[in-house]
């Protein structure tokens, strides 16, 4: 089993109290600025929005020949794209800076990456508890011994390609989503939740995601 670190970034703020004088005109300061900001905001949505299909279309032509018939035959609904193919369209776009390498790895076709836990506030590592067929597979795959101190995640072969990326994508979300799910729900025995931090899971489904909506445009953008 090959495991790979995770150390999440924690911060922290405390504000102190305002003094009595010139609270109002501070706060209204502040209520000015959020709504200048809002709208910076707002308006920075519409011009992305308006240039999303242009900037799909853009990023396709940099694609190579075969990346590009991948795309076409996606979009023909066509479940014929086998992994390689699929694997080296996802590089693709880690190259040119579409996706990060966390989403790469996480889309990849040939595995699935599982987190085995996270570390605690005091530096204790948490581990999940898992489903039986994730446990399974792992156990009987690469002879887990439990996690290393150092080495949070863990990954198991999978199976279940049949030609359709953004379905077999789909299935592994929903998969994530259930266990997430189970894992909030969990509680110790006085009552307190188990787990208290779920985000190695919720990046993973964040990437798929990401892809998944990526690839749908550049489908579309073919047309």
């Excluded at 190579?64 to 080296?88: F, H, I, Q, Y």
């Excluded at 530096?123 to 887990?144: A, C, Q, S, V, W």
Aim: hydrophobic share 35%; proline share 5%.
């Amino acid at each position: 089993m090959k495991l790979y670190g995770y150390d999440p970034s924690q911060s922290s703020y405390r504000a102190g109290p305002l003094p009595p004088s010139g609270r109002n005109t501070i706060s209204s300061f502040a209520e000015e600025v959020k709504k200048t900001a809002r709208a910076a905001a707002a308006e920075r949505e519409k011009d992305t929005l308006e240039l999303a299909k242009d900037d799909a279309a853009a990023l396709r032509d940099r694609l190579t020949p075969v990346s590009k018939n991948v795309l076409d035959r996606m979009e023909a609904g066509k479940s014929n794209v086998n992994k390689d193919e699929w694997t080296a369209l996802c590089k693709e776009l880690e190259t040119l800076g579409a996706i990060s390498k966390d989403d790469f790895q996480f889309t990849r076709a040939d595995f699935h990456f599982i987190p085995l836990g996270y570390q605690g506030e005091n530096g204790e590592f948490i581990k999940y508890d898992m489903p039986p067929m994730l446990k399974n597979k792992l156990l009987d795959r690469h002879h887990t011994q439990g996690p290393e101190a150092d080495g949070l995640w863990a990954f198991l072969d999978e199976d279940g390609w049949k030609g359709d990326p953004l379905a077999y994508l789909d299935n592994w979300v929903s998969s994530l989503y259930s266990w997430r799910s189970d894992l909030a729900r969990a509680r110790n025995g006085d009552g307190t939740p188990k787990y208290s931090d779920f985000s190695p899971i919720t990046n993973q489904i964040n990437s798929c995601r990401k892809v998944m909506d990526l690839v749908k445009e550049l489908c579309q953008s073919g047309i």
